[in-house]
């Protein structure tokens, strides 16, 4: 027992992104009535030593009994027809059922006709087991994870320069470098707990450099020194002239290069021409913007790179890796202090999968499925003759082959790729296509259930146990604070029960073990297999992270400490110790705008929110910074179109369009358009990855998610129906369920919750057709409303309908219908802004009547922590002139919690308007 925690605490990890933050859990009540009470942050936990950002803060939130149960799968369901209701089933014939219909369809087609796509969010130990049943058990390389849409170009960067997939730096060189280097990545709003890191080492060393490079003017361009707004897809242009600029001025390491690298001749060469003023015109930035970078690259050092999906989510992800590797090799940033390239996992656990070698191109500790030698060892440790050698589907190969035939049996786990993998239409049609589709999932609803015919309940945090890695290649615990609610089980031990069920089917296979009694055997199993490897865990067991805490590998047999920081005595994995430059010329998006589809369209994280929302989702406070989907232009381009800020557009690609309001950007250039990953069909109909691109990268095989060519119009669709009210929060999970039904064939639809204490539902649908009678019924049913009861203005002539509820003083409910278009959008506006808001009523009757009323803008929540609105940061500058952060902070407690919403605290105190009090 933990002296420094009571007996209702344990310490574990935050489950979202990488940066991989402790976090300690308390809990209240007993066995199925246990709850978690509250989440802070671990102060001892070297990642985040106390802080958590905003989703780690309202964990809590997501664990509230009332919201959680309804929205969970509790039990195995099995459909035995396409179109037939699920029925429930006990685990055993569930997972007999399953081995059988694996097993039947590897004997008919062999072994490539199954595949597993896991996510990285799976713990260390199930993706181990998922991988050792996928190669040693089914007998196929057809295992992947959704870590594939974010970090294998990272994973092919390092192996091509560096030798082995280990990010070399750590969090600490943050506060030793003289230049931060960003690169496609917005780290104040995906990586916040390291952004107020950053923050820190700016206070303490303010002659820091911080570089960015980004097309939008993000939150982490906003604190930058030098902003490289470059056009997409550019970077290794601009990587490359900063080389080329460096190589001229003497600015790169040459003893350095010559004692411990390869193939610069090649790259110097492959570079000559790639002058500044090259660079400058391809990447739109200016030339003096770009000598600076590389100056303070080269010479403000030691340089530490920070970089993310906007180098890897790109048909050209490994040569963006590996350029930039290239310019901390040639400069000999690198395996010191301050220095070296880190990519930060956008997952909590991308890195144990990629440890653990669960994706198709890889095998366990860094190995390689293509290598005879390698198969052999993960065999002989499996205690198998051998291991398949045909190269494995990585994600979107996979799902193309399940659309194709050539996958029948897909088995899906901790991951929702109708909503997350680009070009989503085709995903589901693959699926529709399939012969068998497992979900092992925890959440009801994601876009994925409909297409599974075998639904398994899995637990999830905090009710689980294991191990995860962040991008510091630190080894956290995550230790289970709650009792899975209903059958839910823990991941590792559904695949092993599965392996053990195949085995019984396949005698062939049955010489690997799955009989662990609990994870940390299967760990204790995992670290064995990399004894000897560059990622050595071998000495780390479960009673030394008990013990020690959180630990980086390596960490070999005998050490006391794993090492913060690689190649320090200048020596590689490679065969001869040197790291390799590669020589990769620069390549134009896969997809490039054109006259028909003029838009670049980009995608990224917001703020507040996680992936698909199936945990995020639950907390309405979350949607508040960002409330609503929409495709931000910049505001020139609204003005060019002739849009006004809110009104609906199609949006289309090649692959599919949907419908979205249209906001202005002053985050993006004219000819760009931005557009939310996290909204999927479980939110917005149709989903936002209809639009994407699968455009592979060659080497790594990840999609081009953050880049596709689009048009954009004004979406013909003049009747409206917005409905918006609070619902109880047992009546949560239903109210949406029931809203999303009322989607149907809209042209545009949209739920979205809102609240902090109380939740609600925000259910906006437009149509080139009127409503009829039906489905406002049907949508004030969906919130608990009897239509009888409500007050009601009706122009039945028109369709316009005004129905209201009010309660305790202040309007509940609100329902507007009509064919107005953006008049009715207006008046539903403004009855959603005072629903929302909570604002006191004096008269519910004078909310009624036509539509055409003044549109009053709904306030923004910008700090999630406290609840303060952009427009009470206003309107506090505009009444008392002052413009001092820490004054207005005092004054309104905004930006004093987590501090995710800092810059844009102080953003907003810069720009506000000032009252002239002279003329007062
Ligand atoms: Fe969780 Fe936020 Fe920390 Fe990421 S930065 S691990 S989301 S608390």
Redesign the pocket.
């Known amino acids: 027992m933990d002296a420094t925690l009571s007996d209702d605490e344990v310490r574990s990890?935050?489950?979202?992104?990488?940066?991989?933050?402790g976090?300690i859990v308390r809990t209240q009540g007993e066995g199925e009535a246990r709850r978690v009470v509250e989440v802070r942050?671990d102060p001892q936990h070297p990642?985040?030593f106390g802080?958590?950002?905003?989703?780690?803060?309202t964990?809590a939130k997501t664990q509230r009994v009332e919201l959680v149960r309804p929205g969970r799968l509790l039990s195995p369901m099995l459909r035995t027809a396409r179109d037939a209701p699920r029925g429930r089933l006990a685990w055993d014939d569930a997972l007999d059922h399953a081995a059988t219909r694996f097993a039947d369809c590897i004997a008919a087609h062999g072994p490539d006709s199954v595949a597993f796509y896991v996510s990285g969010q799976l713990l260390t130990e199930d993706y181990y087991v998922f991988n050792k049943l996928a190669r040693a058990v089914a007998g196929t390389n057809n295992v992947d994870s959704n870590s594939r849409l974010c970090m294998s170009s990272a994973v092919a960067g390092y192996r091509r320069t560096l030798g082995a997939d280990a990010p070399p730096a750590c969090y600490e060189d943050i506060d030793l470098a003289g230049c931060l280097f960003f690169a496609g990545s917005n780290a104040a709003w995906a990586?916040?707990?390291?952004m107020r890191r950053v923050e820190d080492a700016r206070r303490a060393r303010p002659d820091l450099k911080l570089v960015v490079v980004d097309p939008r003017r993000t939150d982490t361009a906003e604190l930058a020194d030098l902003h490289l707004a470059i056009l997409p897809g550019t970077d290794v242009a601009l990587f490359h002239a900063m080389l080329h600029a460096m190589l001229w001025e003497g600015w790169v390491d040459r003893a350095y290069i010559d004692a411990h690298t390869e193939g610069f001749e090649a790259l110097r060469a492959a570079v000559r021409d790639c002058t500044p003023a090259w660079a400058a015109e391809v990447c739109g930035v200016p030339v003096e913007s770009i000598l600076t970078a590389a100056r303070w690259f080269a010479t403000a050092g030691p340089t530490l790179s920070l970089y993310c999906q906007g180098l890897n989510q790109s048909s050209s992800g490994t040569a963006k890796n590996a350029a930039l590797i290239g310019l901390h090799l040639a400069t000999g940033q690198i395996g010191r202090p301050g220095a070296g390239p880190l990519s930060l996992t956008g997952q909590?656990n991308a890195m144990g999968g990629r440890e653990t070698g669960t994706m198709a191109n890889l095998l366990p500790g860094h190995r390689d499925p293509s290598n005879a030698a390698d198969r052999d060892a993960v065999a002989r440790h499996w205690g198998v003759d051998s291991l398949p050698a045909a190269p494995g589907l990585t994600a979107v190969e996979l799902f193309e082959a399940v659309g194709a035939g050539r996958v029948r049996c897909v088995w899906i786990a901790c991951t929702n790729p109708v909503q997350s993998l680009p070009d989503t239409e085709a995903v589901a049609a693959a699926l529709a296509r399939a012969e068998f589709v497992v979900l092992q999932e925890a959440y009801a609803g994601t876009a994925t259930e409909p297409f599974a015919d075998l639904l398994l309940p899995a637990s999830t945090w905090p009710e689980k146990s294991g191990t995860v890695t962040?991008s510091e290649r630190r080894v956290s615990r995550v230790r289970a604070a709650l009792p899975a609610p209903g059958e839910a089980r823990a991941d590792w031990a559904i695949a092993a029960d599965f392996a053990l069920r195949l085995q019984v089917r396949r005698p062939a296979a049955r010489g690997a073990r799955f009989d662990w009694d609990g994870p940390g055997a299967v760990w204790d199993e995992w670290r064995g297999l990399t004894a000897g490897r560059d990622l050595d865990l071998s000495g780390l067991s479960w009673d030394v992270l008990e013990r020690d805490g959180p630990q980086q590998w390596p960490y070999p047999a005998g050490a006391s400490a794993g090492r913060a920081r690689l190649y320090e005595d200048g020596r590689f994995p490679t065969a001869d110790g040197r790291a390799r430059f590669a020589a990769e010329p620069w390549r134009a998006v896969a997809e490039a705008p054109d006259a028909r589809r003029p838009l670049r369209l980009l995608t990224g994280r917001t703020r507040d929110a996680?992936h698909g929302g199936s945990r995020t989702g639950l907390v309405p406070q979350l949607f508040a910074h960002d409330p609503e989907p929409s495709l931000q232009l910049a505001p020139a381009e609204l003005e060019r179109r002739g849009f006004v800020d809110g009104e609906l557009v199609e949006v289309a690609s090649r692959r599919g369009a949907l419908t979205l309001p249209v906001r202005g950007s002053g985050t993006l250039r004219a000819g760009q358009a931005f557009v939310s990953m996290h909204w999927g069909p479980e939110w917005v109909s149709g989903g936002v990855n209809r639009l994407t691109l699968g455009a592979l990268d060659p080497v790594s095989k990840q999609p081009e998610l953050k880049h596709a060519a689009i048009s954009v119009r004004r979406a013909a669709l003049p009747y409206r129906l917005t409905a918006v009210g609070r619902v109880a929060p047992q009546h949560h999970a239903a109210a949406r369920e029931a809203l999303r039904a009322c989607f149907g064939a809209a042209g545009h639809a949209s739920c979205l919750p809102f609240g902090r204490e109380e939740s609600g539902w925000t259910l906006r649908l437009a149509s080139d057709e009127p409503f009829g009678e039906a489905l406002p019924q049907a949508v004030a049913a969906a919130f608990g409303r009897d239509p009888g009861t409500l007050l009601r203005y009706e122009d039945r002539r028109r369709g316009r309908l005004r129905w209201l509820a009010a309660e305790g003083g202040r309007l509940d409910f609100a329902l507007v219908a009509g064919d107005g278009g953006e008049a009715d959008e207006a008046e539903a506006r403004r009855l959603q802004a005072t629903v929302v808001e909570a604002t006191p009523l004096r008269s519910l009757a004078a909310l009624l009547g036509p539509a055409g009323a003044a549109d009053t803008p709904r306030a923004r929540t910008v700090c999630s922590c406290v609840g303060v609105t952009d427009r009470q940061i206003l309107g506090f500058v505009a009444r008392t002139g002052e413009r001092r952060l820490d004054a207005v902070q005092a004054a309104l407690s905004c930006g004093t919690g987590?501090g995710?919403c800092r810059i844009e605290v102080a953003r907003l105190v810069a720009e506000a308007p000032v009252a002239d009090t002279r003329t007062a």
């Open positions: 990890t935050c489950p979202y992104c990488g940066v991989g933050c976090t942050g990642a985040n802080r958590l950002c905003t989703k780690g803060a964990l990586h916040p707990v390291l909590p962040n996680w987590c995710s």
